[in-house]
């Protein structure tokens, strides 16, 4: 019984990291359609989402039948109510894609108002800190999570820069005002998805510890 | 021991709608700040915050407490299961709270940009999504729940003209862009606070009609 419910449990972990994988892929892909100013694979991201959101109803299901044939305790209980957790939070980081590629759409309607260089960088640093908090959740590892945590500060201060550098160009010049709108709101649903990895990572804290620290980490 | 359980579950249910109050009250109070100028009242949204994260801290040990006590099955496990999903949206919705909050310290500084008619709209359309998908939960409702996800999309078209006419400001005199930028945010956040509220409902139903109708339910 337990060995059984050993390999489901890994499985679920599995697919789990595979969504994350997924959500990952779908806002490097909208930054790089941003970037490479291509529609056609803005568009890709946000009918791809669609899987993704398929994969968070079939891991909550699976969620719910372990839970109901196999009765787990303590540790394995909470290790199925953060899978929860996580995959509500990876559906989200998904939309945040979506919501990338619509502003990207958006701007490609007008020239290029400058060169990207802070909002690709936000982006890489927020997808490492999604996929190590999910690397954090498989190795029950609560340094990483720990350290995920404290990077979130990072992904705000370049996106507070983001959001003035593009406030000068407005100001200076309001034929810049639509695009450095959308751009103000590309680095937000940036800063979104390094919030969500931050999510992930305090419920991966929580869970090696044991305790309750969520809530309580954002002055670490 | 079913009893108890009952018990337990109906209390579990009541402190979710308790956690549920005080998170439309925080976007409550948080848009009377907004349109009052009143900086101590955005002020006192953002401390209270912690009380909202505290109760779903609490909310979340009483679910698994309960699931590993009882051990419950089909829909009680569906129903615990959801008010963990639940909680956290409402967590969610505590902190859209905050955001408007911080945007109205902001917009304190400079004097008011426009008598605001559209953004209090939205946000009471917003928080009667949110109290009737809870509505919707206690009561078994998925008529109210289905309804609470029409309703979205209304409050997207109420959004859209927000920004729209604050699009207009900005372009019209670049004085107006910081105060224009942080009411288009502060619509943003009302949206996603009714984007929880369509998350709670989509639940609901799901719950009630024992069917995956996450992700289809959008063009209802």
Redesign the interface.
Known sequence: MQRHFDEELKQLKERTLTMGGMAEQAVGKAIKALVDRDSAMAESVIEED?LI??L??EI??T??SL??RY?P??KD??TI?MV??IV?DLERVGDQGVNISERTIDLLKYPLLKPLIDIPRMAVLAQRMLKDSLDAFVNNDAELAREVCRRDTEVDHLNDQVYHEL?VY???D?KT??RA?DL??VG?HIERVADHATNIAEDVYYLVKGM?I??RLAGV
Chains 1, 2 share one sequence.
Do not use: S, W, Y
């Open positions: 669609a959101n398929g968070e109803v909550e299901d969620c719910l839970m109901a009765a305790e303590a209980l909470r109510a929860f957790k509500n406030l407005m100001t200076q309001p005002i639509t709108l103000i709101l937000r309750t969520k809530h």
